[in-house]
């Protein structure tokens, strides 16, 4: 059974950091694409990042390009978010998920075919 | 980028009714569309892919259509527990936008 569990949600200061862990199970990790998706309080879903199985490619959003940086460790089978500069409006509920899909020489195409429960990143002062 | 819409963005209806829901993106994103289904409390569910594609496990009840940039998202029949939120998303290039969700409640 496939199973994937965050942690490192905290309260931190604006202008802070923090890292993000998901503990994945249950599945071959390395040979899948990974995601962080985050949801603000009373909020819809908002993509944060993604990364490829090997690590090698990573995508990030607007928001929180050059903030954040996605990682993975396959020898563990953990994706990591690290998370600085962190502001009022990062404050959210933080999922990974497995990403399912493909990648041709047009590039990724990936959706999320099964989501953890998340930790809970608050920023304020 | 790419903005998702979608609409509406909440409707109360009847059990045993047939909905639908509309998502449209601002360019053509050919069949990468995907949707899902949140749960009050839970974790998103992937409900579609492919646009029409259901994923294993999900009820016959749900289907969805669509390509370039209109879909849609159907529910033949209503039940209590389709009580959720659903959202759509974009998948044919980084970054991977969702759309901002309707709600469906029962009356």
């Known amino acids: 059974e496939e199973q994937l569990l965050e942690s490192g949600g905290d309260l931190v200061q604006p202008g802070g950091s923090l890292r993000l862990s998901c503990a994945a199970s249950?599945?071959?990790?390395?040979?899948?694409?990974m995601t962080w998706v985050r949801q603000a309080p009373g909020k819809g879903l908002e993509w944060v990042s993604s990364?490829?199985?090997?690590?090698?490619?990573?995508y990030y959003a607007d928001s929180v390009k050059g903030r954040f940086t996605i990682s993975r460790d396959n020898s563990k089978n953990t994706l990591y978010l690290q998370m600085n500069s962190l502001r009022d409006e990062d404050t959210a509920l933080y999922s990974c998920?497995?990403?399912?899909?493909?990648?041709?020489?047009?590039?990724?195409?990936?959706?999320?075919?099964?989501w953890g429960q998340g930790t809970l990143v608050t920023v304020s002062s | 980028d790419i903005q998702m819409t979608q609409s509406p963005s909440s409707l109360s209806t009847s059990v045993g009714d047939k909905i639908t829901i509309t998502c449209r993106a601002s360019?053509?994103?050919?069949?990468?569309l995907a949707w899902y289904q949140q749960k009050p409390g839970k974790v998103p569910h992937l409900l579609i892919y492919?646009?029409?594609t259901l994923q294993s496990g999900v009820p016959s009840r749900f289907s969805g259509s669509g390509s370039g940039t209109d879909f849609t998202l159907t529910i033949s029949s209503l039940q209590p527990e389709d009580v959720a939120t659903y959202y759509c998303?974009?998948?044919?290039?980084?970054?991977?936008?969702f759309g901002p969700g309707t709600k469906v409640d029962i009356k």
């Open positions: 998920a497995k990403v399912a899909g493909y990648c041709s020489s047009g590039g990724c195409y990936w959706y999320f075919d099964y």
């Open positions: 249950g599945f071959t990790f390395s040979s899948y694409a």
């Open positions: 990364i490829s199985g090997s690590g090698d490619d990573t």
């Open positions: 360019q053509d994103v050919r069949n990468f």
């Open positions: 492919a646009a029409s």
């Open positions: 998303q974009k998948y044919n290039s980084a970054p991977f936008t």
